[in-house]
């Protein structure tokens, strides 16, 4: 079984710091991604990385950036935490296939509330 | 501009009934189609796909039916058990060798017992 783990299911931070989200994926997956799940909008990708040190803006970027200097691991950074980034954040992985056609496993979700 | 739609927020069944969920999308070059449920405070899990050179996909209770020249996906379940209850999210990708996939706003499904 894939196993998607984020280091935290909750966490809550204040404005203006700097926050980490680690995400660690078990099955060697080439993709890994972070989106973020808000009432009415769905999960919108932030960023995703298709091999270590390899990283592409996703649909909402702004305010974070990411990290990947192992396979397994990518880490999502807000640089200076605002209310607006208060939001599930999901972590997902997937394998490359020669046709694309593949499915994300998810962690468990980080709640990230900024106060 | 939400490229994959889902055009109703909530639905309540009835148990033992058919739940009927549906996605539209604009983007024409999506070509694989998936269904996520996701439980309250967990991630989402996935259901079940469809590729665009097929137009159904059958897995036990759960059907999905690809209609591309409407640019519509839906989404069957029966018999809807209690345990169906989540928000079920629709994606797509596109591209080839293209792994990002495209999420819906979600559905919310209440199996009434």
């Known amino acids: 079984d894939v196993k998607v783990t984020q280091s935290s299911r909750y966490l809550v931070k204040r404005t203006g710091e700097k926050v980490f989200l680690e995400c660690v994926q078990d099955?060697?997956?080439?993709?890994m991604f972070w989106y973020r799940q808000d009432p009415g909008l769905g999960l919108r990708l932030i960023y995703f990385?298709?091999?270590?040190?390899?990283?592409e803006k996703g649909d909402i970027p702004e305010g974070y950036s990411v990290s990947r200097e192992k396979k397994e691991r990518f880490s999502l950074i807000l640089e200076s935490a605002s209310t607006n980034q208060t939001s599930m954040y999901l972590c997902?992985?997937?394998?490359?296939?020669?046709?694309?056609?593949?499915?994300?496993?998810f962690g468990q979700g980080t709640r990230l509330t900024v106060v | 501009d939400q490229q994959v739609k889902q055009n109703s927020p909530s639905l309540s069944v009835q148990e033992g009934r058919i739940s009927i969920l549906n996605c539209d999308y604009t983007?024409?070059?999506?070509?694989?189609f998936l269904w996520y449920k996701k439980y309250p405070a967990e991630g989402p899990t996935f259901l079940i796909s469809?590729?665009?050179?097929?137009d159904k996909n059958e897995d036990g209770r759960f059907t999905v039916f690809l209609n591309k020249s409407a640019k519509h996906l839906s989404l069957h379940i029966v018999p809807s058990q209690p345990g169906d209850s989540a928000v079920y999210f629709c994606?797509?990708?596109?591209?080839?060798?293209?792994?990002?996939?495209?999420f819906g706003t979600g559905t919310r499904l209440t199996i009434i017992p």
């Open positions: 997902a992985s997937s394998l490359s296939t020669s046709d694309g056609n593949t499915e994300a496993f």
């Open positions: 099955m060697d997956h080439e993709n």
């Open positions: 990385s298709y091999d270590v040190k390899m990283k």
């Open positions: 983007n024409s070059m999506f070509d694989y």
């Open positions: 469809i590729s665009s050179i097929k």
């Open positions: 994606a797509a990708s596109a591209d080839f060798g293209n792994e990002k996939l495209t």
